[in-house]
């Protein structure tokens, strides 16, 4: 059956889709679909799903498709089933602090949405203005922030899923503490897209903080010993700070102008309690080095460049460079080694390499630029230093080309067989994100 | 000798093969010995295993398992006991692997703040042996002091503080399973976050022993907040106490604990072990506690006692040291047991509903109590509308313990009706299987079942929990109520 086949069959199936054939596929991050799909109701998403699944077409899902560079070997599937249009606030019940709302909606608007609420989703991955909800939890994207909050594995406390074939499943419920059956919402946090669509999240919500900042400590470029020390006494100090996340020095020069490592550590609480915070660290930083204070407005300007800092498949790539965003995870201080050797990939490897890592959580995001054979080079020696400190390294954010040179998730768990049996009894034909996860999932 | 002669004595090849697993002095079989494995923290049901057995490591529980599994035995795992949903009841005769014996502590990494334990580890044990140096464990199920943390992942459970801190499940970094077929896995390496793949931690926490065998933990410590105040209110409406809760939270605070009891709760914890001097004539108490940084602690209370007084509080008071603080906890966190203190029997249930909804649904809670003629006590937590009816009732008395199923089961009724959940923290075990079909249909039970079949394919391990099977329910229900009437 050939594609203008399929946009007939899909067009007389949905009722209220925007349906287009896809004439410029995006070979440069690939991800994309022969045609396309912009789901605004339910019945829609199910009827296609059901649909695709019976004639075993296979379905990309996208978002806003700001991960599309995140995963997957395709330069299409047959379908794109685009949530974008999917969006908007389905009940928000201001004193219970959880709110429902469709998976394409995208995270800034919520945010300001409860900002009226004096509320917040408390998640801070990169690019919340193109981001979607949706795909925040199926990526478990995160930001540093993730030291004080959690991640989306702590707050999403329902799901509704489309499943392949159509089926709609409801996971969780929409109240804070449930263990009614399998946690189920956890299968989906972080599955990319390959075990079912992902329509509606409920969420528990954070109170905004009456009041924040964020403070700088710079170090010397090679004390990794004084940033340690430094750190081990934060954390073992009673302040309670909300990210402790380590900028490598190009990073900084970027950001706040100076080429240092620099901790950033935010502050959110009552003023006093900030302010009192603030003071003790002071006292702690005064003997190592010195401290730079961004109260509320200054602090959120800050973290909104700092959101925006790293590439992703929203922009336009540049010319002659390639861009990559690797994820590493090791445990929490190994992050000032993961720091460190990307030093001296630069210099090895003639990239350029802006990184952050969490002290207190141990997620490190490394955006590597160089050449092609540069980049994939720095990209490989990354995922040894993570490996050898027992850690990972995932590329979130390559062009296909290269995403289908080198392996993106790394080696497989010796569980594997039980992720792989999970994905089989749940999307069985492989409809769904062929191949985005790892080891083919 | 005498024992090791004694568990030797069996005709049971089973037995004898088991014995040469973990040790003859480390299976169960007689009758007498078995009694007290019948059931749980669910005394209601009770059935008798094959056997108990007490492996010392993860080996001899993959060994134990693989034995089962080769030989068509059903199995369970147990840690304490304490569970309140009959998880580890053995329903079919299962072989009881207890996790007592592996109770080791096995490695605290202060620094990336994380601690190993075998499953057998009480809970409380953590928070004692690292709070010397200013770190705990946060989860605080009310039997910390003798359930074990393997239990816990369990059923992934809470507490009063985790209303702040979150759950079980957000607590857990890492945990090596043994698979129902004998296999060891080791899932999120060495703590660290976000190990690509599905999150099978998430998901085997809170699966009531029916994925796997979790043999060793990794857990997220906490550092001890700078500060903690406790704040204890009465109300002369219960009205008045479940709006201030909506208002304490809608202020922007979260406290680490919000509790609430009702008068016939007040009325219990006052007649049992650890009494306060409550005023008996109150119709609710809420017990408030918010910790952090001292500087901004007091203002925080003082947002709270305005609340309360807004709220027409008949009096509110700050605990004035750790002695007074310590003495409220120990009213509130015994508070279940209290419950023999006024009634022959009692039944704990699990709801839980959106905050916001609690004075209706206490409402409908008493209505059930008017219709069964059971008195119904109310302990809960209201921060995260987790309520614990208590159902009242003497199962001397012919019909009655029936009639206290029923309750439970129309309290749970009216929590889902309420947009809530059947269960908090307690889990659904045998108890609460029917009762899914109050928040689940038929199709998401079913996505949830295929999941246990991808893990638990032959079904051996912890059979007929969790959820309804339309053609056993009906029977497992006259089995229920015969057991209860005997």
Not at chain 1, 115 to 136: C, F, N
Not at chain 2, 48 to 68: D, G, I
Not at chain 2, 417 to 435: C, P, Y
Request: net charge negative.
């Amino acid at each position: 059956m050939g594609t203008s086949d399929v946009l007939q069959q899909v067009s007389s199936l949905v009722k209220d889709s925007a349906v287009e054939e896809n004439t410029s596929l995006d070979y440069w991050y690939g991800n994309d679909g022969k045609m396309k799909v912009f789901p605004r109701s339910e019945d829609d998403i199910r009827a296609l799903l059901q649909r695709a699944n019976d004639n075993r077409h296979t379905v990309a899902i996208a978002g806003n498709g700001s991960k599309r560079g995140f995963g997957g070997k395709e330069a299409a599937a047959d379908i794109l089933l685009s949530l974008s249009s999917y969006k908007g606030i389905i009940e928000h019940t201001v004193g219970d602090m959880t709110i429902i709302v469709k998976a394409g909606t995208l995270l800034r608007e919520l945010q300001d949405y409860l900002r009226e609420y004096r509320q917040q989703i408390p998640l801070d991955p990169a690019h919340p203005e193109s981001a979607t909800i949706g795909g925040v939890i199926a990526a478990n994207d995160s930001g540093p922030k993730r030291l004080g909050y959690g991640s989306a594995r702590d707050h999403v406390i329902g799901l509704k899923v489309a499943y392949a074939n159509g089926d709609l499943i409801r996971t969780g419920g929409k109240v804070v503490k449930n263990v009614a059956g399998y946690d189920m919402n956890k299968l989906f946090v972080g599955s990319m897209g390959t075990l079912g669509v992902i329509t509606e999240a409920a969420l528990k919500l954070r109170p905004l903080p009456k009041y924040e900042s964020v403070l700088f400590v710079p170090f010397e470029e090679a004390n990794q010993h004084a940033i340690r020390e430094f750190a081990v006494e934060i954390l073992d100090s009673m302040v309670e700070p909300v990210s402790l996340e380590l900028f490598n020095p190009r990073l900084s020069e970027k950001l706040l102008g100076h080429r240092r490592y620099t901790l950033a550590i935010a502050l959110e609480d009552v003023e006093t309690s900030v302010h009192y915070q603030e003071e003790k660290i002071g006292e702690m930083a005064e003997r190592v080095s010195s401290l730079t204070v961004f109260s509320e407005d200054d602090a959120k300007q800050f973290w909104k460049r700092f959101y925006s800092a790293f590439p992703n498949s929203g922009a336009v790539p540049k010319e002659h460079a390639t861009d990559a965003v690797v994820k590493v995870g090791v445990k929490n201080l190994d992050v000032l080694s993961v720091l460190n050797e990307c030093a001296m990939l630069e210099d090895a490897h003639n990239v350029s390499i802006c990184a952050h890592g969490g002290l207190g959580h141990g997620l490190c995001q490394i955006h590597v630029a160089g050449a092609q054979e540069d980049v994939l080079a720095a990209i490989s020696s990354i995922r040894k230093t993570a490996v050898h400190l027992q850690g990972y390294a995932v590329v979130k954010h390559l062009p296909l080309a290269l995403r289908q040179m080198i392996d993106i998730w790394g080696e497989k768990p010796s569980y594997f067989f039980l992720l792989e049996g999970i994905k089989k009894k749940m999307d069985p034909f492989s409809t769904l994100n062929p191949k985005r996860f790892i080891g083919g999932l | 000798m005498f024992r090791r002669k004694k568990a030797l004595k069996t005709e049971d090849t089973h037995i004898k093969q088991l014995a040469d697993i973990v040790g003859p002095k480390e299976v169960l079989f007689h009758k007498e010995d078995l009694i007290s494995y019948e059931s749980d923290g669910f005394t209601i049901h009770s059935h008798m295993p094959k056997a108990v057995v007490f492996p010392k490591n993860t080996e001899e529980v993959a060994a134990v398992v693989k034995y089962c599994a080769d030989h068509d035995l059903p199995f369970l795992a147990r840690g304490a006991g304490t569970g309140l949903s009959g998880g580890a009841i053995p329903l079919n005769g299962e072989v009881i692997i207890s996790l007592v014996k592996m109770k080791r502590l096995l490695h605290v990494d202060l620094e990336n703040r994380q601690a190993v334990v075998e499953p057998g580890y009480v809970n409380l044990k953590l928070t004692h042996s690292i709070s010397d140096k200013g770190y705990y464990y946060a989860p605080d199920p009310s039997s910390q002091y003798c359930c074990t943390i393997g239990g816990n992942v369990a059923e992934n459970a809470g507490g009063a503080h985790c209303l702040k801190y979150g759950v079980t499940t957000n607590h857990i970094l890492g945990l090596e399973v043994v698979t129902p077929a004998g296999d060891i896995i080791e899932i999120g390496r060495e703590g660290i976050a976000d190990v690509p793949g599905y999150d099978l931690l998430g998901l085997i926490t809170g699966s009531e022993g029916t994925l796997g065998i979790v043999t060793k933990i990794t857990v997220r410590i906490l550092k001890n907040p700078e500060e903690k105040q406790t704040v204890l209110a009465y109300f002369d409406r219960v009205e008045d106490g479940s709006r201030a809760v909506s208002d304490i939270v809608s202020r922007g605070i979260v406290p680490a604990a919000l509790e609430m009891m009702d008068k016939i709760a007040i009325e219990g914890v006052e007649a049992a072990a650890f009494p306060v001097g409550h005023p008996k004539d109150i119709e609710a108490l809420l017990l408030i506690e918010v910790d952090g940084i001292s500087a901004g602690i007091e203002e925080q209370i003082d947002d709270i006692l305005d609340v309360c007084k807004k709220r027409n509080v008949r009096s509110v008071k700050v605990a004035q040291d750790e002695k007074e603080r310590a003495k409220w906890w120990a009213n509130r966190k015994t508070g279940f047991g209290a419950m023999g203190a006024i009634s022959p029997d009692y039944l704990v249930q699990d709801g839980v509903i959106p905050r916001s909804t609690l004075p209706q649904v206490l409402q409908k809670i008493n209505e059930v109590s008017q219709e069964t003629g059971l008195r119904i006590a109310n302990i809960f937590h209201a921060g995260d509308g987790n309520l614990h009816p208590l159902i009242l009732f003497d199962a001397r008395v012919p019909g009655e313990t029936e009639k206290a199923l029923e309750a439970g089961s129309k309290c749970l009724q009216a929590c889902a009706d309420a947009g809530g959940s059947i269960t908090g923290e307690h889990g659904v075990g045998i108890e609460k299987r029917e009762e899914m079909r109050f928040v689940f249909t038929d199709q998401e039970i079913q996505a949830q079942t295929d999941v246990r079949e991808v893990f638990n394919p032959h079904y051996l391990l912890n059979a007929g929990k969790l959820f309804p099977s339309s053609g056993r329910c009906a029977e497992i229900k006259a089995e229920q109520k015969k057991a209860a009437s005997e």
